[in-house]
């Protein structure tokens, strides 16, 4: 495809190599070593002697000239941030305990709106700390924490994340039935989700995080998500508990 | 459950033993409660990748049908089974090497640790499909735009160009690296927009990000845990301009900065200005700090009534200066027109119903689709669907809202050619999960079609790609196009890993499939990210954008549903330029072809009787074979008083406007 290009000796050396990943190291180092653009350049003028090959263009900044890349270019992930790998380690357990509520349901209480809400969190939640788990495999990290749940320990000891139940809390909720229990259900959650907020908010807070795909779509997802449960969960406290102020 | 059960139980333990300070009933207290009891058998704890069933529908609920060919596919990225209906697949297209990881990527060290744990001692042995969870959605294909010969394949990492002047032999002419997803496109004239979200979008189109907070100091690992972010003034997130001219060699000529990035973006072509052109930006994702970007506020609408929730974005492109684009207006679509509230809007998006009450919280638009021939635009906006008015482009204003209890988020819109009908998608799941397994209500997840006259919205039926999928494929409603065919209204669908499919509602209370394509997972057991993202008709072609194989092309090929007159009357449409989310108004010409076309269908309704459709078929192939000789052409004319007059006594509306449309045609044949 390009044995008429002229400057196809100073590029072909890679592809001797016959293979990809001792190419793509290769022209790894040549990226980490910042070669001059005019290297590419040349490059790019070899490619356009043959119109049918495709080309490689990574445009600069508003008015800023183009940069052709060599044709096997590959794409790179932008960095990890240890934020991102405490987020989902975090968030994980986060939602073990949102799915541990909404098992008490059906035991606890017979309201069908309640029953409903909790069947949908229940559901997204535990899909979601698959999907969490998955993630965290996928890129060699542990699913679980060094020091789970500890933090900010020196100040309170085992505090837990945000908006999670204290051991009490829970055992209240436990306890509760009927009313009291949808009571303690809809405020626990809210609480709950609240938290979540905040641990997205922390996240994309955090320099260098949220820059990972699926890290994002999924922490914009949750945010929104939640947002609207908490909206639906205050409705439902306003119309099950007239007499409180919400 | 078992893992995080087993997990918690290992935090406390490892806190009494690393914390031996902290006294045992303080940190009993404290630690969170133990999950339930196990659910999933031990053995499937370990494979994190292994999809789960789906749970057991709602009460009232019907599912996919498990019965359908398209149900158990054998799986694979380039090898995996296929069944089709009348849609003949002509190519697949890989994606481009540099829109794939790099090879080198996988010795990560890290990566090696986790296939030790997994069992794994080298790397070749690990499963392609981890490989591809890792990058998944870093470099998914996301969505086309057309023009000429030229089609735009959006990436969450760039753009991919390809020649398709002979679309089975689709041809890539320019990979445009730029990252920050997702990579929405849209193409006018010289330019080129493409939507950026992400944090890791830099002004630059740079592929390194930015650098994650350096880990802190020794000894201070827990206080100060996360220091404030830095602001980036080489962040982008936002709408790119590139210039085209040059298709090999696209350059970057503008960059318009928003608070909250551009998920989506629409190109908005106001008939009274040849001038500029307009761009709707739908952000959806968190607001950046004032800092990075002066003016940007995320706080509610009671804290600071210029907050960047709650509204829209108006970009205006000077056609001749696309270098002086800026933002000329922020709409406050969601306002109470009553209170003047700008979070006026109710949140149906919920699959229950928790109470007559509905929460006010609906503050993006998730994509909107323009239809200026009828100064309309629908959108579709997280909790509601809503219709503009926008005859004034720079201030829609919002006429009607609409949400719907079986809806969880409001996607995109689409409107019929003649504009009586809107369809609406619900993205539940944000395209991630698998949502069309047996169990998955066919209500959820599925489009809405709704009535339109006088700018108001009524509810007629929901539509589901029929076909139950595996617990390994995502799958949801997503991005189409209309299907050109005169007489009915026709949608070419993509349903991410549930393949293609091709709905007709011209009865928007019966919508109906007339075929489909699909695809086998990508792998049996884990969920990877694929499928297609957007499958739009453009100039006689149906594209495919498959998210993590490439681009497929494919025919229509005539049916029991569908016949080749019509298809062939499709055909006969062209355009030059295909924005989808900037809808424009099919015009058929008075060819035979067309005429032929609504005759089959007036056959198939029975509008007709038997004799009258061979009476127009011979009159119309009499007319084609001589090459419309006069008295050929008489004979056409002929026949047409009489079912302009059918018109006004058949029962069906469809039938009516069919039978005025032909007899148009014969009265005024075009060559």
């Known amino acids: 495809m390009f044995s008429n290009a002229p400057n196809w000796r100073l590029y072909r050396f890679p592809r001797k190599l016959r293979s990809a990943r001792a190419f793509a190291v290769v022209s790894g180092l040549l990226l980490a070593a910042s070669v001059p653009t005019d290297f590419f350049c040349s490059v790019a003028r070899a490619q356009q002697t043959d119109p049918a090959s495709p080309v490689v263009v990574q445009p600069g900044a508003p008015g800023k000239p183009s940069t052709r890349l060599p044709p096997s270019a590959t794409a790179k992930l932008p960095p990890r941030s240890q934020a991102e790998v405490e987020f989902m380690q975090e968030m994980i357990l986060h939602h073990a305990q949102a799915v541990e509520m909404t098992a008490l349901i059906l035991s606890h209480t017979g309201d069908k709106d309640l029953r409903s809400l909790g069947a949908r969190i229940s559901s997204s939640q535990s899909d979601e700390i698959k999907f969490m788990r998955r993630w965290l495999a996928a890129r060699g990290e542990p699913v679980s924490m060094p020091m789970p749940g500890m933090r900010g320990m020196d100040s309170h000891p085992m505090a837990l994340m945000p908006g999670m139940l204290t051991s009490a809390q829970m055992e209240a909720l436990r306890k509760a039935k009927d009313t009291e229990f949808d009571h303690l259900f809809l405020t626990g959650m809210i609480q709950h989700h609240n938290g979540a907020l905040t641990m997205v908010k922390d996240l994309f807070d955090t320099a260098g995080a949220g820059q990972d795909a699926e890290l994002f779509d999924f922490a914009t997802d949750a945010d929104n998500t939640q947002r609207a449960e908490i909206r639906i969960m205050q409705t439902m406290l306003e119309k099950k508990f007239p007499e409180e102020k919400q | ?671």
């Not at chain 2, 929460?359 to 994509?367: E, R």
């Not at chain 2, 809503?386 to 719907?404: E, F, G, S, T, W």
């Not at chain 2, 449409?573 to 008075?590: C, T």
């Open chain 2, 1 to 671: 459950m078992n893992r995080v059960q087993g997990l918690a139980i290992r935090m406390a333990v490892i806190a009494i033993i690393l914390f031996p300070g902290v006294s045992r009933p303080q940190s009993q207290a404290q630690t969170p409660a133990p999950p339930p009891p196990a659910q999933q058998p031990a053995e499937e704890e370990r494979n994190p990748f292994a999809p789960e069933p789906a749970p057991v529908l709602p009460p009232g609920m019907t599912g996919a049908d498990a019965n359908d060919p398209r149900a158990k596919l054998a799986p694979g990225l380039y090898d995996a089974g296929e069944a089709s209906l009348g849609l003949k697949h002509l190519v697949l297209v890989r994606k481009p090497e540099a829109f794939q990881l790099g090879t080198a990527d996988p010795d990560d060290p890290k990566v090696q640790k986790t296939l030790g744990r997994l069992g794994m001692s080298d790397t070749s042995k690990m499963p392609k499909p981890m490989q591809l969870v890792r990058a998944q959605l870093a470099f998914a294909n996301s969505d086309f735009a057309f023009q000429g010969n030229h089609l735009f394949q959006g990436n969450f990492y760039g753009v991919s160009i390809y020649d398709i002047s002979k679309p089975a032999n689709a041809r890539l002419l320019t990979s445009l690296v730029c990252p920050g997803g997702q990579g929405d496109v849209s193409v006018y004239k010289n330019l080129l927009f493409m939507s950026v979200e992400a944090p890791n979008g830099r002004l630059d189109c740079g592929t390194e990000g930015f650098p994650p907070e350096p880990p802190p100091p020794a000894g201070q690992e827990k206080e100060n845990r996360r220091r404030p972010p830095v602001a980036q003034k080489d962040r982008f997130r936002g709408v790119r301009i590139f210039d085209i001219s040059d298709i090999r060699n696209p350059r970057q000529v503008a960059a318009v900065q928003t608070c909250r990035g551009s998920h989506t973006h629409t190109l908005v072509v106001d008939p009274n200005d040849k001038n500029n052109v307009y761009i709707y930006v739908s952000g959806t994702s968190f607001v950046r700090q004032p800092e990075e970007l002066a003016g940007c506020s995320g706080e509610k609408p009671d804290k600071d009534p210029n907050t960047a929730l709650f509204r829209i974005e108006v970009i205006k492109v000077p056609v001749a200066a696309p270098q002086d684009a800026k933002v000329v207006s922020s709409p406050r679509v969601f306002i109470d027109a009553r209170t003047n509230a700008m979070n006026g809007l109710n949140n149906g998006g919920t699959h229950g119903k928790p109470g007559s009450e509905k929460p006010k919280d609906t503050d993006q638009c998730h994509d909107i689709t323009v239809y200026s021939a009828i100064g309309l635009a629908a959108g579709a906006c997280s909790g509601n669907g809503i219709l503009l008015d926008i005859k004034d482009p720079v201030h829609p204003k919002r006429v009607d809202a609409v949400n719907d209890p079986n809806y969880s988020y409001w996607h995109s819109a689409s409107f019929s050619n003649d504009g009586s009908k809107v369809v609406f998608t619900d993205e539940w799941g944000g395209g991630l999960g698998a949502r069309c397994r047996p169990n998955d209500p066919n209500k959820w997840g599925a489009d809405a079609i709704f009535g339109l006259s006088n700018d108001k919205l009524t509810f007629e039926n929901y539509y589901k790609m029929p076909a139950a999928q595996s617990d390994a494929e995502n799958c949801v409603a997503h991005n189409g196009s209309l299907i050109p065919v005169p007489g009915r209204d026709i949608e070419a669908q993509a349903w991410y890993q549930g393949g293609i499919s091709i709905m007709d509602f011209t009865d928007a209370a019966h919508p109906f499939e007339i075929a489909y394509f699909d695809r086998g997972p990508i792998d049996p057991k884990v969920l990877v990210l694929g499928g297609e993202w957007s499958a739009y008709w453009y100039n006689g072609y149906i594209y495919g954008s498959e998210i993590a194989r490439g681009l497929d092309v494919f025919e229509l090929t005539p049916t029991q549903f569908l016949t080749q007159n019509e298809i062939d009357a499709a055909k006969a449409v062209r355009v030059s330029e295909l924005n989808v989310q900037n809808q424009q108004k099919i015009e058929w010409p008075a060819k035979l072809v067309v005429a032929k076309a609504y005759v089959d269908q007036l056959s198939r309704s029975q509008a007709l009787p038997p004799d009258k459709i061979a009476a127009l078929q011979k009159a119309i192939q009499s007319a084609e074979s001589s090459h419309m000789n006069k008295s050929a052409l008489a004979e056409l004319k002929h026949l047409a008083p009489s079912l302009a007059k059918d018109a006004g006594t058949v029962k069906s509306q469809a039938d009516a406007t069919r039978l005025r449309a032909l007899a148009e045609i014969l009265e005024h044949p075009a060559a």
